[in-house]
């Protein structure tokens, strides 16, 4: 079923593969103040991610059937991943925040970072946790799949010593975060909850399911663009 999903954003996602944000990102061209800005924005993005992740849980206690045998360790599984998002990836931003001496705490989300919470949050909220399940799968997969392109990349790029030498070691760190064997176990054992999901949804839901997962695709790739823009609210005046 996951794959499924995956299919039918692929158009989407081919176009992600070297969305600008990301391949300069790699060959080092990529403005500082784009990734900082990109950092704050996802360290933001997260914390309402693990919200996410622990309200699907919750739902999923209440949803599952007590005949399932698998429901409490994806239960367990999702929530672990809560844990893990502010253990392992957010500490990662605390460490680029720590190097550029800032402080993000009151940082405030910008449009795209915005919608695209918004949306997570009122699909986990109000929808059966199949579809809360498909609404998140993409902040991991996509992730993953994007952290294995830019890792090929960077392969091919590192022949020429110019390259490697331009590229902040911040780079370097995200891409090894999202291309790792850890960040993969997490993905392949939430797209498992997902398939297994998916296996009692009727055809109401799947149709749900990927259209959720679809949208969050797109908003994957608005994510990036708001940080190559720098993009802010807009300024009213009277």
């Known amino acids: 079923m996951a794959q499924s999903l995956w299919d039918a954003a692929a158009d989407l996602i081919k176009v992600t593969e070297t969305h600008p944000f990301l391949v300069a990102m790699v060959?080092?061209?990529?403005?500082?103040?784009?990734?900082?800005?990109?950092?704050?924005?996802?360290?933001?993005?997260?914390?309402?991610?693990?919200?996410c992740l622990d309200l699907l849980a919750a739902k999923m206690?209440?949803?599952?059937?007590d005949d399932d045998t698998t429901k409490e360790a994806s239960?367990?599984?999702?929530?672990?991943?809560?844990?893990?998002i502010e253990e392992?990836?957010?500490?990662?931003?605390?460490?680029?925040?720590a190097q550029w001496d800032i402080d993000a705490t009151d940082a405030t989300s910008m449009p795209n970072t915005l919608l695209y919470t918004s949306y997570m949050l009122r699909v986990v909220s109000?929808?059966?946790y199949a579809?809360?399940?498909?609404?998140?799968l993409p902040c991991f997969w996509v992730y993953m799949h994007i952290g294995n392109c830019m890792l090929q990349l960077r392969q091919e790029l590192d022949s020429k010593p110019t390259t490697k030498q331009r590229r902040p070691a911040q780079f370097d760190a995200w891409i090894d975060m999202y291309s790792g064997e850890e960040?993969?176990?997490?993905?392949?054992?939430?797209?498992?909850?997902?398939?297994?999901?998916?296996?009692?949804?009727?055809?109401?839901?799947?149709?749900?399911?990927?259209?959720?997962?679809?949208?969050?695709?797109?908003?994957?790739?608005?994510?990036w663009t708001q940080a190559s823009e720098l993009m802010g609210w807009p300024e009213f005046q009277e």
Do not use: W
């Open 27 to 51: 060959d080092g061209t990529l403005r500082q103040d784009s990734f900082r800005y990109y950092a704050i924005q996802d360290a933001l993005f997260l914390t309402d991610f693990a919200s």
């Open 88 to 97: 392992a990836e957010k500490d990662l931003h605390r460490s680029f925040f």
């Open 131 to 136: 579809e809360g399940l498909a609404v998140l």
């Open 183 to 223: 960040f993969e176990t997490e993905v392949k054992d939430y797209i498992a909850i997902v398939d297994k999901a998916a296996v009692g949804a009727d055809e109401v839901t799947l149709s749900k399911m990927k259209e959720h997962f679809r949208m969050c695709c797109q908003l994957e790739y608005m994510f």
């Open 126 to 128: 109000t929808r059966p």
């Open 61 to 65: 206690n209440v949803e599952m059937s």
């Open 75 to 84: 239960i367990k599984r999702v929530k672990d991943l809560a844990v893990g």
